[in-house]
């Protein structure tokens, strides 16, 4: 301020500097930036979706704001951040998803090279990201016997059982 | 014998014009009645369900045409995962059901046009609508096709010379929908941005196609209306 004072071509220029702007601003070029914004924020989340299936526990829902009508700036920006927030929140969930399948992964290698080590251990399909109903169980080889000798191996299931069961009994 | 249908390309207003530039509806007359779908068409729908699989109906939201409606979706404040898209609904209906049950010629007609295309189509009454179709917003204290359910302001919807017809992707408003007795029927589609001109002919062209190609007469009561 002293140094505005000191030089009064400053102080005269200072004080001419608009605090508004003389025009209104543009709203509708701000709402389609938005849009644009939304239109790759919605392929980003789609992209992720993709990537993400089968794995389940995500929620992809960010609430709608009673549409179709033409949204507000407002509107549109609430969407956009619920959107970046959905976004970020389900690749992070996804991020720590596969790293805990990755230990899974690992796991089954294990198990199956030293079951004795991993005595009725399960790891399902779900819990390396895979669909179906494939298990890897380590269980004692001959029951009773194997826990006692220690003989132990990894049974790997089948699959999924029939939806209508195996039907009745001839 | 199967009719060219001349495609009209309907009025937009300004305002809604100014927000979404690409936005257009396009609309056919159909001289057909709905009713029991013939032999055709349902082994039309049972090969359209054969080429459904689980991959395609998850990877769906990714191809450019359902991902341009979704787009669309979220930017008039629709949750497209609350309230699906057309096509995301069809490929949701093929996994529950297992197939594409046959319901009438015209739900049959718009479904296989919206799995070939993946636009979204809707059916009015051509004889109850007054004047061409278009899209506006809807205005304070406007109610559904004049006397139905009272509209929210500046709400997207299809309408005619006269008054609002429809919502957008919503509910058509009463006694416009397509009756067992309509013999005129005018299908329109929504055209959104990313979705290409050639795309939304075809569906028109698709849906004249099964609705001409047998319009069974003497069927059973069907129709779309509410």
Redesign the interface.
């Known amino acids: 301020m002293a140094v505005i004072e000191q030089r009064p071509d400053l102080a005269v220029s200072a004080r001419r500097v608009p605090i508004r702007p003389p025009v209104a601003p543009d709203e509708?070029a701000a709402?389609r930036t938005l849009?644009e914004q939304?239109?790759k924020l919605?392929?980003e989340l789609?992209?992720l979706?993709?990537t993400a299936?089968p794995r389940t526990g995500f929620d992809?829902?960010?609430?709608?704001?009673?549409?179709?009508?033409?949204?507000s700036l407002v509107?549109?920006e609430e969407?956009r951040d619920q959107?970046a927030d959905r976004l970020e929140h389900n690749r992070r969930v996804l991020g720590d998803r596969t790293y805990v399948e990755e230990l899974n992964r690992r796991r089954i290698e294990e198990m199956v090279l030293e079951p004795e080590r991993h005595k009725w251990m399960v790891i399902r399909n779900e819990d390396i990201g895979e669909p179906g109903c494939k298990s890897w169980h380590v269980r004692p080889r001959f029951g009773l016997l194997g826990m006692l000798l220690n003989w132990w191996r990894v049974r790997i299931s089948s699959g999924c059982p029939l939806a209508g069961g195996r039907g009745r009994r001839p | 014998m199967i009719e060219t249908p001349e495609i009209e390309e309907g009025w937009v207003a300004h305002?809604?014009a100014?927000?979404f530039p690409e936005l257009r509806i396009l609309h056919t007359a159909v001289e057909a009645r709905s009713g029991r779908s013939p032999e055709a068409v349902r082994r039309r729908l049972r090969n359209l369900a054969d080429r459904y699989t689980g991959g395609k109906a998850?990877?769906l939201?990714?191809q450019p045409v359902p991902?341009a409606y979704?787009?669309f979706?979220?930017?008039?404040?629709?949750?497209p995962?609350?309230?699906r898209t057309p096509p995301e609904e069809i490929a949701l209906e093929r996994m529950r059901a297992g197939g594409f049950p046959s319901r009438n010629l015209l739900d049959d007609a718009i479904l296989i046009a919206t799995v070939e295309t993946s636009v979204p189509l809707v059916a009015f009454d051509d004889e109850k609508l007054e004047g061409p179709l278009g899209l506006r917003?809807s205005e304070p204290g406007e109610r559904l096709g004049g006397d139905g359910r009272p509209l929210?302001?500046?709400?997207?919807v299809i309408a005619d010379a006269e008054r609002s017809v429809g919502?957008?992707?919503?509910d058509l408003a009463e006694g416009r929908g397509v009756h067992p007795r309509t013999r005129r029927i005018r299908i329109a589609s929504i055209q959104v941005k990313g979705v290409p001109d050639v795309s939304v002919e075809e569906a028109l062209w698709i849906i004249a196609e099964v609705l001409q190609g047998d319009a069974g007469e003497g069927a059973a009561p069907a129709g779309n209306a509410p």
């Open positions: 509708a709402r849009r939304v239109a919605e392929s789609g992209a979706f993709c299936f992809w829902q960010v609430p709608s704001r009673g549409g179709p009508r033409v949204l509107e549109l969407l959107l | 305002d809604l100014a927000e998850v990877t939201r990714q991902w979704r787009v979706f979220r930017q008039v404040g629709i949750d995962d609350e309230r917003l929210s302001s500046r709400q997207v919502v957008l992707f919503a």
